[in-house]
């Protein structure tokens, strides 16, 4: 596997909910993905954009361990 970097997009409600996100589990809200990736991310990993969005930037590994980490636990 490479470490070529993923964008992951949110977009928010105007509430400042998480409306959308790419690459979310089907078990957790776009609010619960967006948390459990901000967890997991360094500061540099997030920028915010105007228009109510924003993207991370991580590695597919990265990916795949915060989603491991999610589906442990909700298997608790």
């Known amino acids: 596997m490479t470490d070529e970097l993923v964008a992951i997009h949110?977009?928010?409600?105007?509430?400042?909910?998480?409306?959308?996100?790419?690459q979310r589990p089907a078990p957790l809200s776009p609010q619960q993905w967006f948390?459990?990736?901000?967890?997991?991310?360094?500061?540099?990993?997030?920028?915010?954009?105007?228009?109510?969005r924003g993207f991370f930037r991580m590695t597919q590994a990265q990916i795949e361990s915060v989603r491991a980490k999610v589906g442990d636990a909700a298997a608790a």
């Not at 949110?10 to 790419?22: H, Q």
């Not at 948390?35 to 109510?52: F, Q």
């Open 10 to 22: 949110v977009r928010f409600a105007n509430d400042g909910t998480v409306a959308e996100i790419s």
């Open 35 to 52: 948390d459990a990736l901000s967890e997991a991310a360094a500061p540099d990993m997030y920028r915010a954009l105007a228009g109510g």
